[in-house]
């Protein structure tokens, strides 16, 4: 198996733009996780579903952010407008079930 | 979910036994202990986890004390590419994690 698969590896992009983040998760697992992380305040929660529908956006920071899963292979995390403090890497994860869950390499957000 | 105290740094000369300690009093009995680590810039790595038993895979061992309030990760014979943060996580079935601040773990040659 590939694992979870993120895209971009890589973003920088200007205050302001719109940023979409990529996810695959892990062929039949149900569960997929955003994660966010920073220095100051470590990896955090940002949204998590079940079966392709949101159960838990209580972390996402604001309207800003929003995520999609429109099925069982994929899953957006869109930032719009970006802004400087957004800047951290974004995590994804999947787990079967709720179980142990297993992450993608990130993808490094730098906004200008 | 119950939340975890690790210290925040330790040190292991390399091909020695790297102990590492998780305080997690809160514990509930239907709560699973996690163990992950992370290697600098990559992706959290699952390592082991267990429930009240024993475990061990062909990372590590996982001891958890009879009264289930603290466990500790073992890396039987460490090397320089165990130079991570490892975090100790409790969590029901179908939980979101919480990550704490870690252990990071320092291999000394």
């Known amino acids: 198996d590939a694992g979870v698969i993120q895209s971009p590896r890589h973003e920088v992009t200007e205050m302001g733009q719109e940023v979409t983040l990529r996810c695959k998760p892990i062929s039949g697992h149900n569960s997929l996780f955003w994660y966010r992380q920073t220095m100051m305040r470590g990896l955090e929660l940002l949204i998590y579903?079940?079966?392709?529908?949101?159960?838990?956006d209580s972390g996402m920071p604001e309207d800003r952010f929003s995520a999609k899963m429109p099925n069982a292979s994929f899953s957006t995390l869109k930032i719009q407008p970006s802004e400087p403090r957004d800047s951290a890497v974004y995590f994804c994860?999947?787990?079967?079930?709720?179980?142990?869950?297993?992450f993608g390499p990130g993808t490094r957000l730098t906004v200008l | 979910d119950a939340k975890t105290t690790q210290p925040p740094s330790m040190d292991c000369a390399e091909g020695r036994a790297a102990n590492l300690p998780c305080n997690h009093s809160?514990?509930?009995?239907?709560?699973?202990v996690y163990w992950y680590r992370q290697i600098h810039s990559q992706g959290p790595q699952y390592i082991i986890h267990?429930?009240?038993n024993n475990e061990t895979n062909e990372m590590a061992s996982l001891i958890i004390t009879e009264d289930r309030k603290s466990s500790t990760l073992i890396l039987p014979h460490a090397t320089l590419r165990d130079t991570a943060v490892y975090y100790c996580?409790?969590?029901?079935?179908?939980?979101?994690?919480?990550f704490g601040t870690g252990t990071s773990l320092t291999v000394i040659p």
């Open positions: 579903f079940n079966n392709n529908v949101p159960i838990d």
């Open positions: 809160t514990i509930s009995g239907n709560e699973y």
């Open positions: 996580i409790v969590m029901n079935t179908g939980n979101q994690f919480y």
């Open positions: 994860a999947s787990s079967l079930n709720g179980n142990t869950q297993y």
């Open positions: 267990g429930l009240k």
